[in-house]
């Protein structure tokens, strides 16, 4: 299935996000793509703000960082994925992303997956992001 939306600010691309939150009954993989202030953690955020998630910030430096969901009954942990600087599929598996897409109570969202589709689960919900003007953007879920 492919939905597009076109976001006319942050706020609204981050209610496109709480939206399709709201529709997931277990874990899945997200892979957000789109280049650098596209939209990726703002609607990373949206996401986590559904599930009573404050504050999650840009895990750019870390890698990949970790909340624990209180408001879904299956998704217990949001995983939040940055690919940025990681060159290697060794690099990427040193973080268990394996057994997290594998489990039902991990929502896992990648940003800059590009480089790694080959060995990104086939399940998964693919967003493109586009920016088309200083606060509009292009928002294509693939599922
Ligand atoms: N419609 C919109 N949707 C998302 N972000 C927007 C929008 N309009 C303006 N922005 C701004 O663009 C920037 C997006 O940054 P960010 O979400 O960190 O991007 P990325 O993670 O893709 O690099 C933020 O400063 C945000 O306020
Ligand atoms: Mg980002």
Redesign the pocket.
Known sequence: MEHLFV????????QIASKLASGLEKGATIC?Y????????????GLASSFGISRLV?PTFIIMREYPVAAHPIIKTLYHLDLYRLNSVEEIKAFDVEEIWSDPASLLVI?WPEKFVDILPKNRIDIY?K?TS????E?KIVS
């Open positions: 976001s006319g600010s942050a706020e609204e691309t981050q957000l789109g280049t650098l202030a596209a939209g990726k953690t703002t609607f990373t955020q840009s940003e992001f920016a200083e606060n509009q953007r928002i």
